[in-house]
């Protein structure tokens, strides 16, 4: 990998939290990869081959049930990486993992990760504290899409979304945003309707304008702060 590839690398904040001896030890097994909209990384039940180091790209991990559909529990941007279960000695996929927005990221063998991993130096406990906050994640998801109504859960989908592609405008259809939340593309369409007329954010065509995030905060249930609280902490110390 080129010093200019090493650069682009440590926009990932759990490679650039690594002490620069590790993270050189690790570079030249470092892909970069342009991930596609859409593309599917690995299916629940697969090998994991690769993992994935997130830069500008944001993938979603979805539960798959028998008939093909599936329910957004986590979601990874640049804050982490992409099939965990493999540094816990778990070399299949738990959760589908689908690239919801295209960007850049870098791929290492899933072997050489464990070997990594079980070195015990700063990434071994980068991954533990990661694997916290994930659970903490996929947990409330579960517990936010049961308990708490669609309004807050799509405020809270879009604010997740906001922070990792750290930007004002999304591109995302109704569409995908209802097979996000488990729910019938036209109570999105409402609910964006609302969200619309509150002023919170403006949509068209799939562009969606964050125009309020703390009106987004105030609508959202208390899920969103307690993940984020988790996130934050993860690169404090």
Known sequence: MSATNTQIATQNRMLAALPTRELERMTPHLEEVSLKLSAVLFVQDEEVEYVYFPVDAI????TSLEDGDGVE???V???GMVGLNVALGVGRASKVATVQRAGLAFRMKATRLKEEFDRRETLHD???RYTHALMSQVSQSVVCNVRHKASGRLARWLL???DRAETDVLFLTHEFMAHMLGVRRSTVGEIAEELQSAG???YHRG???ILNRQGLIDLTCECYA???EEFDLLYAA
């Open 73 to 75: 529990v986590g979601l």
């Open 126 to 128: 980068l991954l533990l």
């Open 207 to 209: 562009e969606i304008h």
């Open 59 to 62: 993938v979603s991990l979805l």
């Open 226 to 228: 307690v993940v984020k």
């Open 77 to 79: 941007g640049r804050e």
């Open 200 to 202: 919170l954010i403006s």
């Open 160 to 162: 997740m979304f906001q």
